[in-house]
């Protein structure tokens, strides 16, 4: 019999899992302030009982929700190069980085106290997050279809401006417009 640590999760504690952290993930971005523990597991559809299973603490799935972004945005990159041309690929990822900027205006007092702590490691997120563009700039310039001047470090100040001044949910038509400018920009 195997150790309780060597155990995989029985299928429904593995699907409530992953519903928890899909609802906190799509609560984060949508609330205008942090949503309660108990608002998450309610729309999760399980108990307060399951979620503190999974989840013993509120940073332990601020945690997770933000872990699972970084890895959505970094194996998104190549995922993306898989099914579109580098520019499309670069501008799609950009939709995703904006995707995981709103996640984080509902967990942001949480995020920032846990940074402050250093229970997350800002500097590794930058530096994962900056190989994803540079995966995506390299393929481009490869094809010669995007500039070659322009840096991993640029890209990622204009789109931590963009989504500064329209990053509102209200706001994704400005936020579109402007990263089609920024992609324009960056075509060779």
Do not use: C
Not at 42 to 64: C, N, Q, W
Not at 65 to 92: E, I, K, W
Not at 148 to 154: C, L, Y
Not at 165 to 174: E, M
């Amino acid at each position: 019999m195997a150790s309780p640590e060597l155990r995989r999760p029985r299928a429904d504690a593995a699907r409530n899992r992953d519903q928890l952290l899909a609802v906190a993930t799509r609560l984060f971005a949508s609330a205008p302030a942090e949503p309660s523990m108990r608002a998450i597991a309610a729309e999760a559809g399980v108990g307060i009982a399951t979620l503190y299973r999974h989840f013993p603490t509120r940073e332990s799935l601020v945690d997770m929700v933000y872990r699972d972004q970084v890895s959505r945005l970094t194996t998104g990159a190549h995922d993306l190069l898989g099914r579109f041309d580098p520019p499309t690929a670069l501008r799609r990822w950009m939709d995703l980085f904006g995707d995981w900027i709103a996640t984080k205006n509902g967990m942001l007092d949480t995020l920032l106290a846990m940074i402050e702590a250093g229970e997350i490691a800002h500097a590794e997120t930058r530096t994962e997050l900056l190989g994803a563009v540079d995966t995506l700039l390299e393929a481009g310039r490869k094809r010669g279809e995007v500039r070659t001047d322009v840096p991993a470090e640029d890209i990622a100040a204009a789109l931590v401006g963009i989504f500064t001044v329209a990053g509102a949910p209200g706001q994704r038509d400005l936020a579109s417009r402007l990263l089609d400018l920024l992609m324009d920009g960056l075509r060779a």
